[in-house]
């Protein structure tokens, strides 16, 4: 099993920037940096939605709304995934999940969450 932590999320005014973290933690020998990881994030009322993923051959993907904004990143040494979030809008205001799987299509692993609010 593999138990994922985020952190870095907080207030921020529009334009400015946060970055995300997500730590994993698995059972000594399960390997970490084979499994696909991503972002989602779900806002009130909105269903939840993918924001980045990145494979494990290092391979990304961007939702639209964010490209161009958002770089998501891994460190396989520190079974860490990061997301920097530039330019932040308002709408970007959501609570960020991590989540990880065996295939970029599959997630079968869950964060609690980290909220980022962005005020205009």
């Known amino acids: 099993q593999v138990q994922l932590v985020e952190s870095g999320g907080g207030s921020v005014q529009a334009g400015g920037s946060l970055r995300l973290s997500c730590a994993a933690s698995?059972?000594?020998?399960?390997?970490?940096?084979?499994?696909?990881m991503a972002w989602f994030r779900q806002a009130p009322g909105k269903e939840r939605e993918g924001v980045a993923s990145?494979?494990?051959?290092?391979?990304?993907t961007y939702a639209d709304s964010v490209k161009g904004r958002f770089t998501i990143s891994r460190d396989n040494a520190k079974n860490t995934l990061y997301l920097q979030m530039n330019s932040l809008k308002p709408e970007d205001t959501a609570m960020y999940f991590c989540?990880?799987?065996?295939?970029?299509?599959?997630?079968?692993?869950w964060g609690q969450g980290t909220q980022v609010t962005v005020s205009s």
């Open positions: 989540a990880a799987g065996p295939w970029c299509s599959t997630s079968n692993y």
């Open positions: 698995a059972a000594s020998g399960y390997a970490v940096s084979r499994l696909c």
């Open positions: 990145i494979s494990s051959a290092y391979s990304t």
